[in-house]
Every structure is written in C-alpha cells, then in structure tokens.
C-alpha cells in the first residue's frame, strides 16, 4: 500500500512516515497541499492514504482535501487530517471537506495505528499470505 504524509514540519514528515512505512506502507512526502497535488497528478494510481497536516503555506489541508474530492480518479484516497487543530468545528469541517479522519497532534504511534486499523488499512504482510 501508498501512502502520502502532505505537511510543511519536514520533522513531522518523517515521524509519520516511519511510522506508516513500519505499518508496511510505501511512503512519499510533501511540503504543502500543492506539492501533494503535483505528485497525485504525476503519477497514473493515487496512494492509498494521505496523512495532511492542517496549517501548512501555499495550499492548507482543507484546501487541499477539497480539492482532492473534487476529482472523480482521487476519490479512492482515504485522507487522514493530523493536525493541531483541535477545536470541534475545524473537526466539523475538515470532515465535512471529506476527509475520513482526524488525529490531534501530538499522537502516539499506536494512536496513529489506531485509526489505520479504524479505516481498514492494514497492509497485508507475508505472514498474512499463508
């Protein structure tokens, strides 16, 4: 499985891709919602899931969530908002935007497990094969 972790902490990148690529996903980064696009555009199969951070320059998370739902070939990615934005209504609207989750930073990463297991993404292992 894919994996794309959109925030501008390049820190932050790399502790939730460690933990995704230790969860046996692939994983790519980008720094801000319109660097994610130009990756989702320049490749022919969208990734499985995008982990988008909320504040970010150039396009925010909730930019780019609604734009990603925009587009009949994204609708397939499973997007996780993890971010410090806490309050209830920027919840609200992040799932409403159609994001499918929403992590508070800061996470654990068995909480981030948590929510892969929630949305069904568990990539399979060799093990889960025989």
Same mark, same amino acid.
């Given at each position: 499985?894919?994996?794309?972790?959109?925030?501008?902490?390049?820190?932050?990148?790399?502790?939730?891709?460690?933990?995704?690529?230790?969860?046996?996903f692939e994983?790519?980064?980008?720094?801000?919602?319109?660097?994610?696009?130009?990756?989702?555009? &320049?490749?022919?199969?969208? %990734?499985?899931? #995008?982990?988008?951070?909320?504040n970010m320059?150039?396009?925010? @998370? !909730?930019e780019f969530?609604?734009?990603?739902?925009?587009?009949?070939?994204?609708?397939?990615?499973?997007?996780?908002?993890?971010?410090?934005?806490?309050?209830?209504?920027?919840?609200?609207?992040?799932?409403?935007?159609?994001?499918? &989750?929403?992590?508070?930073? %800061?996470?654990? #990463?068995?909480?981030?497990?948590?929510?892969?297991?929630?949305? @069904? !993404?568990?990539?399979?292992?060799?093990?889960?094969?025989?």
């Open positions: 499985m894919r994996a794309l972790v959109v925030d501008d902490s390049r820190a932050m990148r790399r502790i939730v891709g460690r933990i995704l690529t230790d969860a046996g994983v790519q980064e980008a720094g801000h919602g319109q660097e994610a696009l130009d990756l989702l555009t &320049e490749h022919d199969t969208p %990734p499985d899931l #995008a982990c988008i951070d909320w320059p150039v396009m925010d @998370g !909730l969530v609604t734009e990603v739902r925009s587009r009949p070939e994204w609708r397939s990615i499973t997007l996780m908002m993890v971010t410090t934005e806490s309050e209830q209504s920027r919840i609200v609207r992040a799932l409403a935007a159609g994001a499918h &989750e929403y992590l508070i930073k %800061p996470f654990t #990463a068995d909480a981030l497990q948590e929510k892969l297991d929630l949305l @069904g !993404l568990v990539p399979l292992t060799a093990g889960d094969l025989a």
